[in-house]
């Protein structure tokens, strides 16, 4: 019976543990907007509008552009150029949201809403 309780709340704990990792799982979206990223940039595929609508590029078609995901991390730390041109920002989140972000943007391919 003991042994029945323990492992009865050993799951319990593991299932609200497991819940609480995935309720703080933030998708590239999130982070876009979390990082404040559409300060500059709309996707206007995904409904983000940019405060700035016009005066950067709408990345709704990034994933197009033909640049791999390594160049992007590099680029969003600015440690690499496109177009012989720095990201005006340096991102600021982890590398696990850098990973997300990039891999989400790299997925963007203009069709979606």
Request: charged letters at 30%; aromatic letters at 6%; hydrophobic letters at 35%.
């Amino acid at each position: 019976m003991k042994n029945s309780k323990t492992l009865f709340v050993s799951l319990l704990a593991l299932v609200v543990l497991v819940g609480v990792v995935f309720a703080q799982t933030k998708t590239g979206k999130d982070i876009f907007i979390d990082s404040k990223c559409n300060t500059c940039h709309s996707i206007k595929s995904q409904e983000i509008e940019s405060k700035q609508a016009g005066k950067y590029p709408d990345l709704s078609e990034i994933g197009k552009a033909g640049i791999d995901e390594a160049t992007l991390q590099k680029y969003l730390l600015k440690e690499e150029s496109i177009k012989d041109k720095k990201h005006a920002v340096k991102f600021k989140g982890s590398e696990e949201e850098l990973t997300t972000l990039v891999k989400w943007l790299s997925g963007l391919k203009g069709e979606d809403k």
